[in-house]
């Protein structure tokens, strides 16, 4: 049984060393102080394991021999913790003395939500917003709510958004009880997105906390948006997410704006990056998992329990967020590139 209150927080790790101090010196911080720390390490080779054994002894460590990814990490950790509440943590975070009372707060006044997300500012400069929420397209494109815009107050009041960022949320573990952990199948990428929606459709509602504040770097250790490996997970993701996530009726209706978006990604990361390789490899390998995403495809729908019209205003709610999102961040490139 899970111990009331006990908030858990999980961070996973793969030779992430030179982070570890900030993140965790932010978390002795904390004005709620009733919390366990789990680092899941992920076969670290910089000395991750020695440098927590030797400075912070009160950590527990679950340790893989090999990079297991994010979803099986987190996975580890939430299994091993005690609390009420499981908090995900990214190691290239730090976080405000407030972070995790004002997540509690808000969970704790919102009964209806399964998860609460938090305002993520740039780890370099708090001035620029790193995301405000997991936004998700018709076409089955995700995106951060607000990623790169001037933080000039727009996301400072509370709402329901589509999901919270893994790398910064709070759970309660009666959803993970319910509809069951990350899926595994993912390794990293979307993930979180994945999370969301399983959530929604069973019920659950999340929760943005403006007031929960917290500083990320991003792509820490996995590198750019852009690299080999992020584009062959992204893609692989992408199609299993929509596979999963989206009813029969849906999928028809989203038809259009899917083969958009897919060839749109398709585009981005080949004049960006020139991963036409990467993403085919993906692809391939999310037509592999088929199967497997048609059967847990099945055991989403047993758990829906909402109408489908509440799943598509969701997300057409959330590809909204995105659009006017956007559109803020060219109309500020364009000011910035004026004034120069």
Request: aromatic share 10%; net charge positive.
């Amino acid at each position: 049984m899970a111990v009331p209150d006990l908030v858990s927080i999980v961070i996973p790790n793969w030779n992430g060393k030179r982070f570890l101090t900030g993140c965790l010196d932010s978390l002795a911080k904390q004005t709620y102080k009733l919390l366990e720390v789990i680092v899941v390490d992920n076969g670290s080779e910089d000395g991750s394991v020695e440098f927590l054994t030797q400075n912070y002894p009160d950590v527990k460590i679950a340790r893989f021999e090999v990079n297991t990814g994010f979803s099986k990490a987190v996975n580890r950790g939430i299994l091993e913790s005690e609390g009420e509440f499981v908090v995900l943590m990214n190691n290239d975070t730090t976080c405000k003395e407030t972070w995790i009372s004002e997540l509690v707060k808000a969970i704790k006044q919102h009964p209806e939500a399964g998860s609460a997300g938090c305002k993520m500012l740039a780890y370099d400069d708090h001035r620029i917003l790193d995301g405000a929420g997991d936004g998700y397209r018709r076409g089955g494109l995700p995106g951060r709510i607000g990623h790169r815009e001037a933080d000039n107050g727009q996301f400072d009041t509370a709402r329901y958004i589509l999901g919270a960022c893994g790398g910064a949320a709070l759970y309660r573990r009666t959803l993970f009880d319910d509809i069951g952990l990350f899926d595994e199948d993912y390794f990293a990428y979307l993930e979180d997105v994945d999370m969301g929606l399983r959530a929604q459709s069973a019920g659950y509602k999340c929760i943005y906390v403006p007031s929960a504040i917290i500083y990320h770097l991003g792509c820490g250790t996995t590198g750019s948006g852009y690299s080999p490996l992020v584009v062959k997970l992204s893609a692989r993701n992408n199609w299993n997410t929509i596979v999963k996530n989206i009813p029969g009726k849906l999928l028809w209706k989203f038809m259009p704006q899917i083969l958009y978006w897919q060839t749109y990604y398709l585009a981005v990361v080949t004049v960006r990056g020139g991963q036409v390789l990467p993403y085919f490899l993906g692809s391939l390998q999310s037509l592999m998992l088929l199967p497997k995403m048609l059967k847990k495809r099945q055991e989403i729908k047993a758990k829906r329990r909402v109408p489908v019209q509440y799943l598509e205003q969701m997300i057409i709610q959330s590809e909204h967020d995105l659009k006017e999102s956007r559109a803020r961040l060219i109309q500020q490139e364009a000011k910035l590139a004026h004034s120069r």
